[in-house]
């Protein structure tokens, strides 16, 4: 069984359309994370939510807006699209003190 | 907040030789150091962890050495293999705290060649 999936796993569409990347973790972990890897594989973290709260939010554009209906559950919604939000997005989860999982990635390219 | 720092962005090896991956970190609080590995089209893997109240740890072909005093900590592999062939990251954090978030190194992309 896949601990941390996300879908779609390819995802391409037009500058300014809204697209969603969903994820969930069957590994009973309170904690989940959207991160950003760049075309130079930077993994830059985007959000964190523990217990469906929101604790983290770096300096992401609020086109980006993650949603958590239960903490098995991680969605990233993007509104207008733009062509430098070409990249891919990984999805993980983690329970305290301990190793990060992640799921294989979603890579989005806008055109 | 914290800053880590990765050296070298790509490292060729031939097959059978050792591989040394460096990192440094800047928040001396920090007491947690995973490696990852993320083969072409997959996510990141933890191939090991140390905390800081070890300075040594080995997995088979792989070890990881921590100095807290210099804050810095290396990834080692010993007889290389074209397998082995990746992108490693290091990654720090306050490692207790269910909150914390791990600081990723900018990558190291290695290539085992046969």
């Known amino acids: 069984d896949t601990a941390v999936s996300q879908t779609p796993k390819y995802l391409v569409t037009q500058m300014g359309n809204d697209k969603s990347i969903k994820c969930e973790q069957n590994?009973?972990?309170?904690?989940m994370y959207w991160y950003k890897q760049d075309s130079k594989k930077f993994l830059k973290i985007m959000f964190s939510y523990n217990n469906k709260e929101l604790i983290i939010n770096e300096t992401v554009p609020n086109r980006f807006s993650p949603k958590s209906p239960d903490k098995a559950h991680l969605n990233l919604h993007i509104n207008s699209l733009e062509l430098g939000d070409s990249a891919v997005y990984f999805c993980?989860?983690?329970?305290?003190?301990?190793?990060?999982?992640f799921g294989e990635g979603s890579r989005l390219t806008v055109l | 907040g914290e800053n880590v720092e990765q050296h070298p962005s790509t490292l060729s090896v031939q097959e059978g030789d050792s591989a040394v991956i460096k990192c440094t970190y800047s928040d001396s609080a920090s007491n947690y150091f995973p490696w990852y590995k993320q083969e072409l089209g997959k996510g990141p893997q933890l191939i090991i962890d140390i905390r800081s109240n070890v300075g040594e740890k080995k997995d088979q072909r792989i070890a990881v050495t921590l100095n807290k005093t210099a804050k810095h900590f290396s990834l080692h592999i010993t007889e290389t293999q074209p397998e082995d062939s990746a992108v490693y990251f290091c990654?720090?954090?306050?490692?207790?705290?269910?909150?914390?978030?791990?600081?990723f190194g900018k990558g190291t992309m290695l290539l085992v060649s046969p």
């Open positions: 990654a720090a954090s306050m490692g207790g705290s269910g909150y914390s978030t791990l600081t």
């Open positions: 590994l009973g972990h309170d904690t």
């Open positions: 993980a989860s983690r329970a305290e003190g301990s190793r990060l999982f």
